[in-house]
Structure formats: C-alpha cells, structure tokens
C-alpha cells in the first residue's frame, strides 16, 4: 500500500503548522515509493479494468451458486442499489461480500480455498478472502455486527488479477465441500 500526496499552505501559520506535523509523522516518500509509484500509475487502468471484470464474473457465479444466500455487488441486478450505482458510477471495483447459509458453511469455505488467501487486508493483486465473524469480528457481539450490519454468514472477498475462471473453479471445489 503506498500513499503519496501534497501539502501547500497560503500562511506562514499555516507552513509552521504543516512543518510541526511533517517533523513528528515524516515528511517525504523515500525515492523507491516515489519511483514505484510514478510506474503503478501507469498501469493502474489496465489494472482496475481486470480487477472489475473478474469481480462482476465472480459475483455472477456466486450468485447463482445453490449454496450461496445472497451477493452483495453494485453491478448485480439483484442488489439494492444497481440502479443508482449504473447511473452514478463508470465502473466497480472488485471487493465485496455474500452471505453463505450458515456460519458453519462460511468458515468452512476459508478452510477449503486453494488459490484464494485468506486474509483480513482486502485490496491487492491476489484474491484475498476473509470470514469477519471467525477473524476481524470474532470477539464482537451478533448483535453489534448486525448494527454494523454484518451477519455471522457473510464472507468478504476482494478479487484479484488471477484468471477469473481459476478463482471461479477455487471457489466452486471448496463450496463442493461446505
């Protein structure tokens, strides 16, 4: 993950306050993340377009997998929001989330995956796949995570560049085994 930016001020005030913030939390990107920055731009399109068109794919199987309940995914008829989603956005991305039919099932399929990793940090060029109820929510109440409005079956998953026909095959060998 790399973050870059600028800063400006149009006050000396200004300038001491931004120069008492860059001293305490560092001031500059070191050359390299400048120079792998500068080069990731540049494919960055390409990039986004893979990771969309493989997400809608996957999002597609899933929902019409029999053991899968629900697909959260903009681009999806199905979902709530599409409507709104066609006519404001020009593209998705690739993570979201779907509900398995039971808890067990959810935990399950993070257990069977072969190619997709199962990790809490969504958002690289691999499929990572995460199950909130058994990893980054597992000490929080049902009851929390529904205000918060996750369920006990709902699976996250951010699809990366890999062929979508192998994630989809992944994904189908360990829903054979929930």
């Known amino acids: 993950m790399l973050l870059g930016?600028?800063?400006?001020?149009?006050?000396?005030?200004?300038?001491?306050?931004?120069?008492?913030?860059?001293k305490d939390f560092g001031s500059l990107m070191a050359p390299m993340d400048a120079f792998l920055c500068i080069r990731g731009i540049k494919t960055l399109p390409m990039r986004m377009k893979i990771h969309m068109e493989n997400g809608i794919k996957v999002a597609k199987f899933l929902e019409s997998h029999p053991k899968i309940k629900k697909v959260n995914h903009p681009w999806l008829e199905s979902f709530p929001g599409h409507a709104i989603a066609i006519k404001q956005m020009k593209g998705?991305?690739?993570?979201?989330?779907?509900?398995?039919?039971?808890?067990?099932?959810?935990?399950?399929?993070?257990?069977?995956?072969?190619?997709?990793?199962?990790?809490?940090?969504?958002?690289?060029?691999?499929?990572?796949?995460?199950?909130?109820?058994?990893?980054?929510?597992?000490?929080?109440?049902?009851?929390?995570?529904?205000k918060q409005g996750l369920t006990r079956e709902l699976v996250r998953?951010?699809?990366?560049?890999?062929n979508a026909d192998d994630i989809i095959e992944d994904l189908k060998q360990a829903l054979d085994k929930c």
Request: charged content about 25%; some cysteine; proline content about 1%.
């Open 5 to 22: 930016g600028v800063a400006s001020c149009k006050n000396l005030e200004d300038f001491k306050l931004m120069k008492l913030f860059r």
């Open 92 to 146: 998705c991305g690739s993570t979201f989330s779907f509900e398995m039919k039971s808890f067990e099932a959810a935990k399950k399929l993070m257990e069977c995956l072969k190619i997709c990793t199962l990790a809490v940090s969504l958002g690289t060029l691999d499929t990572l796949i995460e199950h909130p109820a058994s990893m980054t929510h597992a000490a929080v109440s049902e009851e929390l995570m529904k």
């Open 157 to 162: 998953i951010s699809v990366g560049l890999e």
